[in-house]
């Protein structure tokens, strides 16, 4: 009797320790509300000392001596509906993407996409002065989660393609037509509200590293491969099917400028590709280790009969 209640409590046991899995769409992680309370903290914090923003903000002619503005400007949202609309993008981006990713991989991209898109931002203000001559562009402070929310959407389009956003009323798109919308409006907002053409530098660069990330860095615990290199998350996939043929070569050009000459190849099937998807690459991995043990048998079998017909001569 002993014996049995011990071995059903240890059969039982295995069943409380192994955490049930955590499905996308369940609910608002702790993570996305803590960074929403960090954007919600950076506007209030503005209205409490206006000040802050010449040290917190991205304004290009100070960011020599003041370089931690690359990491805060992106939290530090300076209108209301900005920290409203940052706070519940994230939240809604965040509960489906987190649970996929995981937690430390989830803040790894917000990090990472918010100081890339900084550096592009900045870079964009600088050569825009220059061209134009106009201090305007080194002066006026930018900051926002917008170029963040961008690259969330970029990683909807890569994790759940298929996903309806609601947008107005009964209106609803799918999650990989979701940044090609969000940039041509932004476009077109820029030809009719002049101020908000400050925002199409970050939205179009936060897209476009966290594609970079997504593309060819982020590495998948599940196979232990970098990367996404299926046709359906390639840079023409973000455009409809007649602009295509176009967009191909000019990804190409980008792709060896800020990739290199081997990762620009991966794109058009010069090098064989790793297999994004977990179950192909685990019967992937199968099939070559049942190859390799049956060459292993064979070759194992030829040197016994070869020993076997050397000591029949003898």
């Excluded at 996308?24 to 503005?46: H, I, M, N, R, S």
């Excluded at 191909?248 to 090098?271: D, Y």
Aim: net charge neutral; aromatic share 12%; glycine share 6%.
């Amino acid at each position: 009797m002993m014996d049995s209640s011990t071995a059903s409590s240890a059969e039982q046991q295995p069943l409380q320790q192994t955490p049930a899995p955590v499905a996308p769409g369940k609910g608002f992680t702790k993570t996305c509300k803590c960074l929403a309370v960090v954007l919600v903290g950076g506007y209030a914090l503005l209205q409490v000392s206006p000040s802050a923003i010449n040290y917190l903000a991205l304004i290009p002619a100070r960011t020599i001596p003041f370089v931690w503005n690359l990491i805060t400007a992106g939290y530090l949202e300076q209108v209301l509906p900005g920290a409203i609309g940052s706070s519940l993008g994230l939240l809604f981006c965040g509960k489906d993407l987190e649970p996929v990713w995981g937690r430390r991989e989830f803040l790894k991209f917000v990090i990472l996409t918010n100081f890339l898109t900084s550096i592009c931002a900045f870079s964009t203000a600088i050569a825009l002065y220059y061209i134009t001559r106009k201090e305007s562009f080194l002066y006026t402070p930018l900051s926002g989660f917008h170029g963040v929310l961008a690259g969330l959407l970029v990683g909807l389009k890569q994790v759940l393609p298929n996903l309806e956003l609601p947008m107005c009323f009964f209106w609803k798109i799918k999650a990989k037509w979701m940044p090609l919308f969000v940039g041509v409006f932004s476009l077109v907002m820029a030809f009719i509200v002049p101020d908000s053409i400050n925002f199409l530098p970050t939205l179009l660069s936060g897209m476009y590293v966290s594609w970079i990330y997504l593309r060819f860095f982020q590495r998948n615990p599940r196979t232990d491969l970098k990367g996404d290199p299926s046709d359906e998350f390639s840079f023409a996939s973000f455009f409809p099917e007649f602009m295509r043929p176009v967009m191909e070569p000019i990804a190409s050009v980008f792709h060896r400028i800020l990739c290199g000459r081997s990762t620009a190849s991966t794109e058009f099937g010069h090098l064989k590709l790793p297999v994004s998807d977990p179950l192909v690459a685990s019967k992937e991995s199968e099939m070559e280790q049942r190859s390799a043990a049956e060459k292993s048998a064979a070759t194992g079998s030829m040197e016994a009969m070869s020993r076997g017909d050397a000591a029949t001569d003898v």
